[in-house]
């Protein structure tokens, strides 16, 4: 891992929340919601398999000695003195394996998968001493995450750029779904912190309003102006309103000032707002707290089976890092569920390829052949590296977020393309090396998520386009991105067809 195993990652800063089957919402109930808020493109046998296998997660939980609540929702994880509860779970695990005796390397990048034709050998990269290393494996799992930390707001690890899916993606394996991000939409903004999500429930009272005072629900989501309510089952209008008023250079805000008596609240059931009172904000019926939308969750990645193969031999994928699963938007509570079922899927199909011969010597060659391509590149300074991840960023941002056209679709295509020409052949010093790496996936994946958005004429789920703004039955099914010659190729696979 880039960072610290179970502190840097989405999994770990997460609210805690597991979606199964539970007696107010059975298996057909979760797979017919979780394919709905999919817009019925995701991959019917994956979520079948999250689905069944969501049975486990309560046994799973328990066996850490994690306290949870029973929802009808599936299963909340009890918040105590942590503001991430997950990450009291994945210390457990990690301290439980480290007992098994499982080695950990923190602060490690992985640069390149070790590859024989369509066979991963093992994975190659930079050690936390800016030192070369390599490890040959029986078999690999790619659990890096998605690519949401490429945008200027998001609320994700700085290390979530999506470098796994590139090197699968570069390796042989097809990715798809990239043009679905998934915003969150009321992210508090504070000078000098981070965008820090405000999960509902909210207090009742509380409305979105833009700095005229506008209630921005009643303008532009009469369907429902409860905001927990309409945070839950209008997520996407609830951004698409947010970034309407952004657009015209207004500012928005949670108004609590309906709030009529915060003693009466039970604060310890809305999370966020518990949060921010635990931590000394001012939550008082005058509170104005600025808001914005944020990048929360990447739908796209890797293409597997029902086992978590990539369709390249030895290398598996679970988590973020997989498409299909979620389709054109993500149901509240399937990451972690997703992340746990997959990841066990994945686990177990792994080490059964345990005890198969690797050849050190071929290994070794392969490994040689990497780094002296590496070598042989023009150097670039980090200087301008940063510029670069600033200038994607901004791009991403402006052009690749909530509301979408083509105008902007071709100016970020443009700028995409030119900055991952700029970094196609170029080498930094040691120390810059992880910051080049992530910076090439960034570009890569914007230039993919891009044309994957430009060829969607449509809006579904996430992706909202203003020129093309309702359903088209035409686009019912994925775009899939595979490399060919060095560049990305497109091509639409309609739902229970072929690529064409």
């Known amino acids: ?115 024989d034709g369509n066979k991963c050998l093992g994975v190659a990269g930079l050690d936390r001493n800016y030192s070369s290393f390599s490890i040959a494996a029986n078999a690999t799992v790619l659990a890096t995450g998605g690519f949401c930390a490429m945008f200027e707001s998001n609320d994700n690890p700085i290390a979530t750029t999506g470098d796994g899916m590139v090197m699968a993606l570069e390796a042989g394996a097809s990715l798809r779904d990239l043009e679905f991000i998934q915003f969150f939409p009321i992210a508090m903004v504070h000078k000098g912190l981070p965008p820090f999500i405000l999960f509902p429930p909210y207090p009742p009272g509380a409305k ?49 000032s309906s709030v009529k008596r915060w003693e009466d609240t039970d604060m310890k059931t809305m999370n966020s707002m518990f949060q921010l009172h635990t931590y000394r904000f001012p939550l008082t019926n005058e509170t104005m707290i600025r808001i914005t939308c944020t990048a929360h969750h990447s739908m796209g990645g890797i293409i597997i089976d029902e086992n978590c193969s990539t369709g390249i031999q030895n290398l598996y994928a679970a988590g973020e890092i997989v498409g299909g699963i979620h389709g054109a938007n993500r149901k509240g509570g399937n990451a972690l569920a997703d992340a746990l079922i997959f990841g066990r899927i994945a686990g177990t199909n792994a080490a059964k390829q345990k005890g198969v011969a690797i050849e050190k010597d071929r290994f070794d060659t392969l490994v040689s052949i990497i780094n002296e391509q590496s070598r042989q590149a023009e150097e670039i300074p980090r200087e301008r590296l940063l510029d670069i991840k600033k200038t994607i960023a901004r791009t991403c941002s402006k052009c690749l977020g909530i509301v979408r056209s083509r105008d902007l679709l071709v100016e970020s295509a443009a700028v995409a393309e030119k900055i991952f020409g700029e970094l196609k052949n170029v080498k930094t010093d040691e120390k810059s090396r992880t910051l080049l790496d992530e910076i090439r996936s960034m570009a890569l994946l914007a230039e993919m998520a891009t044309h994957t958005a430009l060829l969607r004429q449509e809006s579904r789920g996430s992706h909202f386009r203003k020129d093309f703004p309702v359903e088209d039955e035409r686009w019912l099914g994925f775009i899939e991105v595979t490399m060919v010659n060095g560049k990305p190729a497109y091509s639409f696979v309609p739902k229970g067809g072929k690529a064409a």
């Open 208 to 256: 979105i309003i833009n700095d005229k005072g506008e209630d921005i629900l009643k303008k532009r989501v009469p369907e429902e102006t409860d905001l927990t309510k309409a945070v839950i089952i209008y997520r996407d209008k609830v951004c698409q309103a947010i970034a309407f008023e952004e657009e015209k250079g207004r500012k928005c805000f949670l108004d609590l």
């Open 1 to 115: 891992t880039k960072g610290c195993v179970g502190k840097a990652s989405a999994t770990s800063m997460s609210a805690g929340i597991f979606s199964h089957p539970t007696e107010q919402m059975r298996e057909d109930d979760l797979f017919k919601a979780t394919m709905e808020i999919g817009r019925w493109i995701n991959d019917e046998k994956l979520v079948r398999k999250l689905v069944s296998g969501g049975k486990e997660v309560p046994n799973f939980l328990q066996n850490f000695g994690m306290k949870f609540e029973s929802k009808p929702s599936g299963m909340h994880l009890t918040r105590e003195k942590l503001i991430f509860p997950m990450i009291e779970l994945t210390t457990v695990m990690k301290e439980s394996l480290e007992k098994m005796g499982v080695t950990f390397f923190e602060h490690c990048t992985v640069e390149n998968l070790v590859m």
